[in-house]
């Protein structure tokens, strides 16, 4: 059985863009999603929380979204954990060098509040496609 | 419910901008008085470039995407000049006042209720502006998008004038265009058919002084152009027929050959691909600016790296235009610019010059630029300059490949054609048919009545063709009266019949000449390519051993060439 998409953790600086994708997420798309405003406090909170998903932002001072993401990968569940970054200027080449790194995909920012959970929802249904075989455990 | 809360979320975000444009003008003002230093260890260049960045990110999902696109363009200056290696300025200062003078500027008329997540939803879609999504047909911001016309055979005039009714309902038949006659303005809107693709309205109707009403257009479709017709070519009356909506003028008299040259003319579509730019110089603010102004507005930018990596880069990416930026590992746009334009491929390359000729406040112009802009520059000046030189250029080019007297493909651009055809054809293993025409008896034309009289009846028989054959048709004027017509997809029966059908129309034009009118006639050969077997010189060989028997049975004639076939 595939469980739908319900636990997100969203790591972003700016305040601003934090409470209209928090309205995007929650209000609209019906998510429970834990907000961070660092990478050092996503990675505090990842164990306790246990999202299903984790936004990163690119671009933050002290600890970047790819940084973050190197460090989740070697925390307890963190491995395997699909991660997508939300980033200005999304261009192909770039969408693929995230990839490479290791992300499920790339949301492009400005983005659009109405269409957000939407295409979270569609980056993790594509990933449950990748990950097929790997459901029976 | 939510609408309180969205509404509650961009009043905070507005409240919030005073603090914001205070924080942006400190932090010029500082990095103005460290200008002696390298102000980007400082603290104030680290809040200025987080400032940039969270209004760059916020701007367009709070929906004001306006806002967001000129703060992304401080953020991107300011991200390239943090990672230039040589210590900024006061020449990158003011590129950096000018673009924070146009965040300020927008910030300072925000209003919650003016965010396009207020708004009703269709008007969203377009307001929330994705980067990198281009649409097919792009235009830059501020420039209409051009809309494709509606192609039909019905022409409306609305006229009192018997003498132009009378000309146009009797010559515009053959080119398989049928007239609609409207005494008044009143009676237009309900006379459009789906099959209107022009109307025509003679500024006389509104009486001798009349004047235009404000919209020619209004309760018209909007893919139906309106050309207004008048007997004072003056520019006044240009300017104002063009006010009220025009697409065209054209002076009295009209004859059918204006009108349907007019159509020509208007149903001209620029070559829509967006510009390829390449951008040269050395790398630094101003060049990624430059590069991110041009793509985001759905450009093709290709920076070489190195001077020698230039010709390379101009021979693979053919672009539409150069930008050269005034120096660039110790050349000076000039010396480049001077040295490109002695390469015979280069000669017409477009070239714009970004911050003048010699640097240090040298004077703009270069000899062999077409545009200089000076710094700081304002990225959307450049594009729209870039957009409007590539136009221009793109417009002169078409005139190039054409020949001036028929408006067709010239014998070399027509054998480029020819070529590129052949191999498409192969590749797909389609049919391709190339007929050859020839206008009978053109010298003793010429040698009766005069050049004039025969340039006429060769242009009448070139509109004729533009007129009657398909898009994808490709159609060239080889030299004197020789035709050449290459159908992509056609049989040769196909062929025949189309070819057959525009020599009848042509024998029933009446051709004017001074003793009164007479009739001309074509003689025409046609040879298929099954799987586009052949070379461009089979192809025209066999098409021209056709003509010939067409000559040699009395002309006024098609004839199809006997099969050929390549020995395996």
């Not at chain 2, 910030?107 to 008007?123: C, G, M």
């Not at chain 2, 009676?187 to 693709?197: D, E, F, I, N, V």
């Not at chain 2, 509109?463 to 035709?483: A, H, N, P, S």
Request: charged share 20%; with cysteine.
């Amino acid at each position: 059985m595939t469980a739908p998409l319900e636990r997100v953790l969203y790591v972003e600086d700016d305040s601003d863009i934090q409470e209209i994708a928090l309205m995007a997420l929650v209000d609209l798309g019906g998510l429970a999603v834990k907000v961070c405003s660092s990478g050092m406090e996503a990675l505090k909170i990842f164990p306790e929380f246990c999202p299903q998903m984790v936004l990163l932002d690119v671009m933050m001072p002290g600890m970047d979204g790819p940084t973050t993401m190197a460090s989740l990968r070697t925390l307890p569940g963190g491995a395997a954990m699909p991660v997508a970054f939300m980033t200005a200027k999304v261009q192909s080449h770039e969408v693929s060098r995230y990839r490479d790194m290791g992300a499920i995909g790339v949301i492009s920012k400005p983005f659009d509040p109405m269409t957000l959970a939407d295409q979270v929802r569609a980056l993790w249904a594509e990933w449950r496609e990748t990950q097929g075989g790997t459901d029976a455990e | 419910m939510l609408n309180e809360k969205l509404r509650g979320l961009l009043t905070r975000y507005c409240d919030s901008l005073p603090d914001r444009q205070a924080s942006l003008t400190a932090a010029l003002q500082a990095l103005s008085a460290a200008l002696d230093t390298d102000f980007r260890a400082g603290e104030a260049f680290a809040l200025f470039r987080r400032d940039a960045h969270q209004l760059a990110g916020s701007g367009g999902s709070m929906g004001f995407p306006e806002m967001g696109r000129v703060a992304l363009s401080l953020d991107v200056a300011l991200v390239a000049l943090a990672e230039a290696e040589a210590a900024p300025g006061a020449a990158d200062l003011a590129q950096l006042r000018l673009l924070t003078g146009a965040v300020l500027k927008r910030l300072a008329t925000l209003k919650p209720e003016d965010s396009s997540l207020l708004q009703p939803v269709d008007e969203q879609a377009e307001a929330i502006l994705m980067a990198g999504d281009v649409a097919p047909g792009f235009a830059p911001p501020g420039i209409p998008l051009r809309q494709s016309l509606r192609l039909g055979t019905e022409i409306i005039l609305v006229s009192q004038d018997d003498v132009v009714i009378g000309h146009l309902q009797r010559d515009l038949a053959p080119y398989g265009l049928a007239l609609t006659v409207r005494r008044d303005l009143a009676a237009l809107p309900s006379s459009l058919s789906g099959m209107t693709t022009l109307v025509i309205v003679d500024r006389a109707v509104c009486g001798e002084d009349g004047l235009l009403p404000p919209s020619l257009t209004a309760g018209l479709a909007a893919d139906v152009p309106v050309a207004v017709m008048d007997h004072d070519d003056s520019l006044d009356r240009r300017i104002a027929a063009r006010a009220a909506g025009a697409a065209a003028f054209v002076g009295k008299p009209v004859n059918a050959a204006v009108v349907v040259d007019l159509l020509d003319r208007i149903h001209h579509m620029p070559d829509p691909r967006p510009p390829t730019v390449v951008i040269a110089g050395n790398g630094g603010m101003d060049r990624a600016l430059c590069a991110h102004a041009l793509q985001a507005a759905g450009m093709t930018c290709a920076l070489p790296e190195e001077p020698d990596d230039l010709l390379g880069i101009l021979a693979e990416t053919r672009p539409d235009l150069l930008i050269l930026l005034r120096r660039w590992d110790g050349l000076s746009a000039a010396d480049i610019l001077g040295a490109l334009r002695q390469h015979p491929a280069h000669t017409s390359l477009p070239v714009l010059i970004l911050g003048g000729g010699d640097g240090d406040g040298q004077e703009d112009s270069v000899a062999g630029a077409d545009l200089a802009l000076s710094l700081p520059f304002d990225p959307d000046a450049l594009v729209l300059s870039v957009w409007h030189r590539v136009q221009r250029a793109r417009e002169m080019q078409a005139l190039i490949t054409r020949d001036s007297l028929c408006n067709l493909l010239t014998h070399g651009a027509f054998i480029n054609q020819l070529e590129r055809e052949l191999s498409l054809a192969r590749r797909s293993r389609a049919d391709l048919t190339v007929a050859l025409l020839d206008i009978d008896g053109l010298r003793e034309i010429n040698e009766l009545w005069g050049h004039q009289t025969g340039d006429a009846v060769l242009q009448g028989f070139s509109r004729l063709l533009r007129q009657r054959m398909r898009k994808t048709d490709i159609i060239g004027r080889l030299g004197g009266e020789t035709f050449a017509i290459i159908l992509p997809g056609a049989s040769k029966a196909q062929a025949r019949q189309v070819i057959t059908d525009i020599a009848g129309a042509f024998r029933s034009l009446e051709q004017p000449c001074r003793d009164g009118v007479f009739q001309a006639t074509v003689s025409a050969g046609i040879a298929d390519f099954a799987d586009g077997s052949g070379t461009v010189r089979d192809c025209l060989r066999a098409a021209d051993s056709a003509l010939f028997a067409a000559k040699n049975r009395g002309r006024d004639q098609v004839c199809l060439a006997t099969p050929v076939r390549v020995e395996a």
